[in-house]
């Protein structure tokens, strides 16, 4: 990067990674503000141009993550739970009984590889969230000190 980054570029690039938690207070908020922080400031410096690059891929590549894990859960929970639910007692809008077969809860434990797949979804899950609060907080601190960060598990979407 740049041999002297001012404080000014420093608090921008730190904004912009620290942006990405407005996703909790405005949908898609993780993608908008800090893409308008870089496009108005990224002709400003190298530096401010790498580090909006860098959040903005990596809240892409999270996403795409998140989606794929949700295309794995979602025909896996449909599988698992197909046990306790009938299909007929779906279709049928007058009645909507879901029975458990003459199963206890302590059954569920039973369930077989269904109960895997959604315990290792569920942790990937997790992982996936503290991934994304840790690398967002360790990016933010290190660009405010002047450092150039670089996203683990980033797919490089913008150049």
């Not at 938690?21 to 141009?49: C, E, M, V």
């Not at 302590?106 to 895997?116: A, E």
């Not at 601190?141 to 670089?150: F, K, P």
């Amino acid at each position: 990067m740049e041999s002297t980054i001012s404080k000014h570029h420093k608090n921008i690039s730190a904004i912009i990674h620290a942006s990405t938690f407005s996703k909790y207070l405005i949908p898609f908020g993780n993608f908008i503000i800090p893409l308008l922080l870089w496009t108005a400031n990224k002709s400003d410096s190298r530096f401010i141009d790498h580090n909006g690059k860098e959040a903005l891929n990596f809240q892409i590549s999270i996403l795409l993550y998140s989606i794929l894990l949700g295309i794995i859960t979602i025909p896996l929970f449909v599988w698992g739970i197909s046990d306790f639910i009938n299909i007929h007692d779906l279709l049928d809008h007058n009645t909507h009984d879901i029975h458990f077969n003459g199963r206890h809860w302590k059954d569920f434990f039973h369930m077989g590889p269904s109960i895997i797949f959604f315990g290792i979804t569920g942790i990937l899950g997790v992982v996936l969230f503290i991934l994304d609060i840790y690398c967002s907080i360790i990016a933010t601190i290190r660009t405010n000190d002047g450092l150039t960060y670089r996203y683990p598990m980033t797919i490089r979407f913008i150049k």
